[in-house]
């Protein structure tokens, strides 16, 4: 069974802070992961994804993957109260039918004005 | 913008009757999935299907739901008879296709509460 895991917090953090969050995935043949942001009672929407290792920074995200250690992280600089929400993280990987998608149960951020 | 769309957005009903939620994904996406969110859970893929064809069913409940993609554009996703544990978040997504790398779209859901 594929999994993905995360902490599912919640993560409180002073607004202004970088907040980390984090997410370890079971198959080694996971070849793309992604970061999605839920807010409460609203769909997911993406944020980031990364396909290779090391760092990928967009704005005040940064995505780090370590495909070696089966971990990816998302570091979100600056936080502010509009970033309270649940992260997903999702992993893709090669499966019948394709690439199919395995999301995390999702880490809930709290950031305190 | 391009977006996928879902109705109903709210649906409530009563146990052992039935329930229907309709999908049209962004144009040009050949793939297109179906996934049940518990409160406090990810989202957990029901059916995906490329183009009109079912690929991935492994976690539909097959006794009760039932999903069809006929024309391979717009999508519907039934349920019959509805129980309790039904109740959750129903999510649609399409991509352009699921032989590469690339983003998931989602449609803003159908909220189901079964009495």
Known sequence: ?113 | EAEVAQSPRYKITEKSQAVAFWCDPISGHATLYWYRQILGQGPELLVQFQDESVVDDSQLPKDRFSAERLKGVDSTLKIQPAELGDSAMYLCASRVTSLGDNEQFFGPGTRLTVL
Request: charge should be neutral; proline fraction near 4%; aromatic fraction near 12%.
């Open chain 1, 1 to 113: 069974q594929k999994e993905v895991e995360q902490n599912s917090g919640p993560l409180s953090v002073p607004e202004g802070a970088i907040a980390s969050l984090n997410c370890t995935y079971s198959d080694r043949g996971s070849q793309s992961f992604f970061w999605y942001r839920q807010y409460s009672g609203k769909s997911p929407e993406l944020i980031m994804f990364i396909y290779s290792n090391g760092d990928k920074e967009d704005g005040r995200f940064t995505a780090q993957l370590n495909k070696a250690s089966q971990y990816v992280s998302l570091l979100i600089r600056d936080s502010q109260p509009s970033d309270s929400a649940t992260y997903l993280c999702a992993v893709n990987g090669i499966d019948t039918g394709g690439f199919k998608t395995i999301f995390g149960a999702g880490t809930r951020l709290f950031v305190k004005a």
